[in-house]
């Protein structure tokens, strides 16, 4: 669904301060359409002032870009289209005469999890749209490639939650396969396990057969990620999968087109498509 209008609570930033986040995310200078970037409009600090104040803001979203940054340093893009990805409440708000309200906390209820399930945040900037796609696809590609760090593929994951370069040897026994969501790796998803007694049971369960596919949410398909996994995983791998949000429409596809013990593939139906 479509969302039209936010309303902000925060402090609009001065120009002073607009003018500093005014270049692109390489560092490489300010904003502007003659390469095709995004041209930053508003920077809105979210959290209240010295005194406790908060200002209301009502934000157009039509024809704009939005980045959410936390207090992680994590960041997402969407707009009006995409906002209810990270944002579902946005849709029902849409449809009251209040609207939706921004608020500070990003809440994940997803509580079976038990991972970290809150973050605040702490700027939204504001973006024109440019006027070919090339800006937000090359935007996309860069705040992928922050979050891939080199790790595009696949993976195995030690016992300290790092990152090791993956031969593709096949093994006797199954593999646990992580899969990361939207704009994310498999660090920034699922580190709350580091230390717990469940990683400590994961990794005495499977060993060095812990794998992590990074691969690229904002560019890609989550079918197109799927088929670049086979050709990564070794042949007949056994595996089990632990997933957040989006990464588990690529462990759906992969268990929807893995033949069954009768040989039978369950695919798509005209109603799932």
Request: proline fraction near 4%.
């Amino acid at each position: 669904m479509k969302i039209d209008t936010i309303t902000v609570r925060g402090q609009r930033a001065d120009k002073n301060f607009l003018k500093s986040q005014s270049i692109n995310r390489d560092g490489s200078g300010p904003a502007g359409n003659a390469d095709g970037s995004l041209t930053l409009l508003e920077v809105y600090q979210l959290q209240p002032n010295a005194r406790g104040e908060q200002e209301l803001h009502q934000v157009a979203l039509e024809g704009k870009v939005l980045e959410f940054i936390y207090e992680d340093g994590s960041s997402w893009l969407c707009d009006a289209s995409t906002l209810h990805e990270l944002y579902p409440e946005a849709e029902q708000a849409q449809r009251s005469s209040e609207g939706f309200v921004l608020p500070h906390v990003l809440r994940d209820t997803s509580t079976d999890r038990g991972l970290v399930s809150e973050i605040a945040a702490k700027l939204l900037k504001v973006f024109a749209s440019p006027a070919i796609d090339t800006g937000i696809k090359a935007l996309a590609e860069k705040l992928e490639a922050q979050h891939l760090g080199g790790h595009e593929g696949l993976n195995r994951l030690d016992a300290s939650f790092t990152l090791q370069p993956y031969d593709g040897e096949a093994a006797d026994k199954p593999f646990l396969l992580f899969l990361h969501g939207t704009n994310s790796d498999t660090v920034g998803a699922f580190s709350a396990l580091k230390g717990t007694d469940t990683w400590r049971f994961i990794c005495s369960q499977y060993g060095k057969n812990i794998l992590a596919f990074e691969h690229r949410t904002l560019t890609r398909s989550p079918l197109q990620n799927a088929l670049d996994l086979i050709k990564l995983l070794p042949k007949n791998a056994v595996l089990h999968i632990i997933s957040h949000s989006r990464g588990g429409l690529i462990g759906d596809i992969l268990d929807r087109y893995t033949p069954a013990e009768d040989g039978v593939i369950t695919g798509f139906s005209t109603d799932n498509i």
